[in-house]
């Protein structure tokens, strides 16, 4: 059995069936799990597996209690961000699960994730991070500590600030957790040969390689039934292993389910503006 992928969802939309498809095609002998509410029950099918996020809810009442909302989304929105954390924590523990790979709805995962290579990639990205149980107990002992403590809250709000965030955030305190653990390895998602992407929609940050885009999105290509992206000024490629359809992005998920990608001999791109796989010139 492979290390159990989670996603989580609240409401039934149709772009999450295709990251539940998608982690099922690429990894075959692995649990995909679904926390969700009774609406979204029928986007689980092919041996996935739906749980009702109610039901593992005990941590989240009480970080709830003492939630301070310090960000420009909505209370709930921003709320639940958080709470999820507290209820992956709990859904470990029932289920007895030392490691997972949680990711968000938009995402669609591309390759195998049982190389012990991928696991150190950890809470760096809220929308794709591999988590030990000990790794999501330390967080969320984190979180608590945050809010609980009106200095260190009153840092997190400078810290977020400094970022040009929306305020506290998840994703804000995924940057303070690493920067106050310095022992925890960070790499952006990128490996020797391949990646896990952060917004399909953004270029990488300035002080890694960059990557060749298209219509503002990285430039995604189809060879051999694998998905890379090109460095730009070079004629290397890094493998795909997720892409993060952030936005107005998810649209085009469909597009990417591998057991739909068109047979070709020559290399294909995908052409955003006509929703479609071309030929890349001879």
Known sequence: MGIPIIFFQRNFQEHVFFSLQQAKLSNKFS???????????PLCKNNMEHYLISDYCRGARQFEAIYVHQSTNSYEYSLFNFQRRFILKD???????????????DVLLFTPIDSSDFHSF????????????????????????QFQN?????RTLFYAQKLGHGLVSDMV?????????????KCFGIFSDCFFDHNLNCSL???LPQLELLDGRKKVY???????????????LLRVCSLHFQGHAKPFMKHFISSS?????????????FSRWIPCDP
């Open 122 to 145: 950890s809470m760096e990205f809220s929308w794709t991070s591999f988590i030990s149980l000990e790794k999501a107990n330390a967080f969320c002992s984190y979180v608590m500590m």
């Open 91 to 105: 859904f470990m523990k029932q289920q007895n699960l030392e490691l997972c790979l949680v990711i968000d709805s």
């Open 222 to 236: 189809l060879r051999n039934n694998q998905l890379y992206c090109q460095k730009v000024n070079s004629r290397d």
């Open 150 to 154: 009106p200095v260190l809250l009153s």
């Open 173 to 185: 305190l995924c940057d303070l957790f690493h920067l106050d653990h310095p022992e925890f390895p």
């Open 31 to 41: 649990r995909v799990i679904l926390l969700g509410t009774e609406d979204t029950h």
């Open 261 to 273: 990608f068109p047979s070709s001999s020559s290399p294909l791109f995908f052409d955003y503006q």
């Open 205 to 207: 940050p300035l002080y």
